[in-house]
């Protein structure tokens, strides 16, 4: 697609369910990244992938939430047994590797705005 | 880890007017970018910029990486331009953006 899409854009849900957020992120770009933003906030470092693998998962909070990218192109946000204090807006992002090293501008997607209640 | 401290926190400006915003980092980094975040969220990449300057239209950037910070300035700055201006570096070539917390710039007619 023309840039990095995000399903659900909203999400309520109540305390202790599970929840799957989506993303697709631009035809070929190799990176992808999940950020968490809370209100007032900057975007919070959750996990990034170079092709299939997870190559840094260093901002997963814990053991609840996971990411999958199976076929290197959409990736799957996972979180389960969701608390209060997961309620944020979460973001992909994807970018291409640049030639000279290192990865380039990041692109971001409108979010997915979860509510725990 | 690296920290990314923004300033000033909050800009309120006349439409027309110039400003500057700034980003100090702790450590050397390989990747600065800088981004808009408009009123309904949607964050725009404005500049990759890890050292020297660079303009597109009204706005420019300027990283000085051996002093670590960088600056990125608007002209004639107009309502559009209102929202939160993040600065986002990464020391290493590995992918992980470390945020600032951000500039929220009202630009008011």
């Known amino acids: 697609g023309a840039g990095v899409s995000q399903t659900p854009s909203n999400k309520v849900t109540e305390k202790g369910k599970y929840v799957e957020l989506r993303c697709d992120p631009i035809?070929?770009?190799?990176?992808l990244y999940w950020y968490r933003q809370s209100l007032g906030q900057g975007p919070e470092f959750l996990i990034y992938f170079q092709g299939t693998g997870a190559a840094d998962d260093s901002g997963l909070p814990n053991d609840r939430f996971f990411a999958v990218r199976p076929e290197g192109s959409v990736s799957t946000l996972k979180i389960q047994r969701t608390e209060r204090g997961d309620s944020a807006v979460y973001l992909c992002?994807?970018?291409?590797?640049?030639?000279?090293?290192?990865?380039?501008?990041?692109?971001f997607g409108e979010g997915s705005r979860l509510t725990v209640l | 880890g690296i920290q990314v401290e923004q300033s000033p926190p909050d800009l309120i400006l006349q439409e027309g007017a110039n400003s500057t915003l700034r980003c100090n980092f702790s450590d050397s980094v390989n990747n600065l970018q800088w981004f808009h975040q408009n009123p309904w969220g949607q964050l725009i990449n404005l500049f990759y910029i890890p050292s020297g300057t660079k303009q597109n239209g009204r706005l420019s950037a300027t990283t000085v990486a051996t002093e670590r910070y960088s600056l990125l300035y608007i002209s004639s700055s107009q309502t559009t331009d209102s929202g939160v201006y993040f600065c986002a570096v990464e020391r290493n070539q590995g992918g992980k953006l470390i945020f600032g917390q951000g500039t929220e710039l009202s630009v008011k007619p």
């Open positions: 992002a994807s970018s291409l590797k640049r030639l000279a090293g290192g990865f380039g501008e990041l692109f």
């Open positions: 035809s070929g770009h190799t990176a």
